[in-house]
């Protein structure tokens, strides 16, 4: 039996995946604070006053109660059964000079036992959340459930060293592609994917897929949206880099504000223009500022005007 479609009072977006902490360590020294890619585009949704709960995985530690206040505190509603760990999960981050970060993970990925009672107008999912075991087929199951009721959008997020093989894991991202609506991958997600195409080409393959619309995105040569109809590219919003942590996060963050503030006109070229614009601001404002730290509604409001 499917959940229901959303009720009057509950969250527009459910976010599902994982939510762990980021140890940073830089020439500055160490600083932990809480991350994972679907954590921070829950967190990044309630920044811009959408309401959002989250499904996930973290423990009844200090580091998931670190995370629970992050995540609460921004008025993000955790969903029950989302603190069923013994111990949460870390990231340890290394900062380049340049900002760029490489990971490292201590993780596990595992739902409870428990699945949302209703559909959203967007569930979202994406990064380990959705390649590892064996919390990735429960994640895969909700999308099968709220396929063709709720608008779905992924982003695949590639951590290579937590994937096993490239045919391993583009398999799962195929099977999960025909279950989303929209895609939103970095360019470097798609050089790893599918290493002997071209951005556009990939998009065009995920397209065929089964996917209404893909996002590629490029840094600092912006991003590239495709639709079965339309490919636009939408401009970098030029800004000064203190580290990428969290850019990709928030840039999906005001793409799903953009789609459910769309209007009637489905994917028209303005319509897609706006939403990346958006999109690109949100990020541009996050790369501008240490760590995770997404834009507020007011702060992209402005930057966009």
């Known amino acids: 039996m499917k959940p229901s479609a959303a009720a009057p009072g509950t969250p527009d977006v459910i976010v599902v995946g994982e939510a762990l902490i980021d140890v940073v360590l830089s020439g500055n020294g160490e600083v932990e604070h809480p991350g994972g890619s679907p954590a921070n585009v829950a967190y990044g949704l309630a920044r811009l006053d959408v309401s959002t709960g989250f499904l996930t995985a973290i423990g009844q530690d200090d580091r998931g109660n670190a995370i ?10 955790l969903l029950p059964g989302s603190q069923s760990m013994t111990a949460t999960s870390t990231a340890t981050a290394t900062l380049a000079n340049d900002g760029s970060a490489s990971y490292s993970f201590d993780l596990t990925w595992q739902l409870a036992s428990v699945t949302p009672t209703y559909l959203p107008k967007v569930l979202h999912t994406g990064s380990i959340a959705s390649f590892l075991a064996p919390g ?9 459930h709220g396929a063709g009721i709720s608008t779905v959008t992924y982003d695949p997020n590639i951590r290579p060293d937590l ?7 583009l398999t799962i991202f195929e099977d999960l592609v025909p279950l989303t609506n929209v895609v939103k991958l970095s360019d470097e997600d798609a050089a790893w994917l599918y290493p002997h195409k071209t951005p556009e080409e990939t998009g065009r393959r995920i397209l065929h897929l089964g996917a209404g619309l893909v996002a590629v995105t490029r840094g600092g040569e912006g991003s590239l949206l495709l639709t079965a109809d339309t490919e636009i590219s939408i401009p970098a919003v030029k800004s000064v880099v203190a580290d990428t942590i969290g850019a990709g996060d928030s840039y999906m963050a005001a793409f799903i504000l953009g789609l459910l503030t769309r209007g009637t006109d489905g994917w028209a070229p303005p319509v897609l223009e706006q939403i990346g614009q958006m999109a690109s601001m949100a990020a541009a404002i996050t790369v501008h500022r ?4 997404p834009p507020s509604s007011s702060e992209l409001s402005e930057g966009l005007n």
């Open 68 to 77: 629970r206040a992050h995540l609460t505190g921004a008025g993000v509603e």
């Open 136 to 144: 990735a087929a429960q994640v895969k199951s909700i999308l099968q």
């Open 290 to 293: 240490p760590g995770a730290n």
């Open 163 to 169: 994937l096993g093989s490239h045919h391993e894991a």
